[in-house]
């Protein structure tokens, strides 16, 4: 067990993150950075995103050296942060060793981390919205977000000839980056009764047949997926098209659990279709997909206000939220 302290502690090491850290850190505050995965940047390592006119990827990487340069600011990577305590302590989890086949001599598998931060953001981003239907955990009936990760982050393709079911627009971009990868669009099926123009246009690009008014209704195969039944709602108009991969697009949900932690209750939102921070700890502010905020601008912008104000509430001053 280690035992930490900063004036600002951001949780996630996405887009927000990283503006939160960068304008906390400007003003020379001791910021801890933790972040899950063993890179930072979140979704901008699997969507193919431009930031100030760079691959929003070389943008992390940019980010993150000018944060590994800053004295005052610790990046833990393989960090997971699991509890909001009284008086400003988190508890975290360092995965250390559990990475590598043989640990170094007396290095821990893993380490309990209890943070105590002044401030702290809470960038946790979102979770991806599943289409639930029969036998949907057949291999390679994947999120479309999983689909884009593999595809834009580890130059993997998980098929050969896709559907693609969506309930909005996130499934378009989805089919874009699997035409680039070489993937076979057969079909895109979109749940509302009128796809929108951009859809269209992107069914057409990728040689993909666009259906709309249409949800899926049973995955087909032996061991991986092999055919989709699509239909209507209610189960009729069934086809079923011949398919080795099915991504789903259902929306994103804001990862809104260490919110609710010390009594903050989160609040439902009817346009959203998720539930938004509400209560909050004390001392803890939410910026980018966890606060509901999904584009990439708003994630950046709402990061760097929140990282910002954390530091100037812990006693620093800064203006930079460049």
């Known amino acids: 067990t280690a035992t930490a302290h900063c004036d600002v502690l951001v ?44 691959p929003a990827r070389d943008w992390a990487a940019a980010a993150q050296a000018e944060l590994e340069q800053m004295p005052e600011v610790r990046i833990l990577p393989r960090t997971t942060v699991f509890g909001v305590f009284d008086h400003g302590s988190y508890g975290a989890v360092e995965r250390v060793g559990d990475h590598l086949a043989v640990p170094g001599a007396h290095q821990p598998r893993q380490r309990a981390w209890r943070i105590v931060a002044k401030r702290s953001v809470l960038c946790a981003g979102a979770l991806e919205r599943p ?12 999120l479309a977000g999983a689909a884009r990760s593999y595809i834009n982050r580890f130059a993997a393709k998980s098929g050969d000839r896709a559907v693609v079911v969506t309930t909005g627009e996130d499934g378009g971009r989805t089919a874009i980056a699997l035409e680039r990868a070489g993937v076979d669009v057969i079909a895109i099926a979109d749940a509302r009764t ?89 001392g803890m502010a939410v910026a980018g997909a966890a606060a509901g905020r999904l584009s990439l601008d708003e994630c950046l912008t709402t990061g760097a206000w929140a990282g910002l104000e954390a530091a100037t509430a812990a006693g620093f001053e800064g203006s930079s939220v460049e």
């Open 11 to 54: 949780i996630g090491g996405g887009p927000a993150g990283l503006m939160a850290a960068l304008a906390a850190g400007r003003t020379g505050a001791r910021v801890i950075l933790a972040e899950e995965d063993f890179r930072l940047g979140g979704r901008l390592l699997a969507d193919d995103l431009e930031i100030e006119g760079q």
């Open 131 to 142: 289409i639930v239907f029969g036998d949907n955990d057949r291999p390679n009936v994947m």
């Open 194 to 282: 009128e796809a929108s123009r951009s859809l269209q246009v992107i069914a057409d690009r990728a040689g993909a047949r666009l259906l709309t008014g249409r949800v899926p209704l049973r995955a087909h195969g032996h061991g991986c997926v092999q055919a989709l039944e699509l239909g209507m709602p209610d189960g009729s108009d069934r086809r079923v098209f011949d398919c080795d991969l099915v991504v789903m697009s259902n929306g994103w949900v804001p990862t809104v659990h260490l919110t609710s932690h010390l009594g903050g209750k989160p609040v439902w939102d009817a346009m959203a279709g998720a539930f938004l921070p509400g209560t909050l700890p004390p």
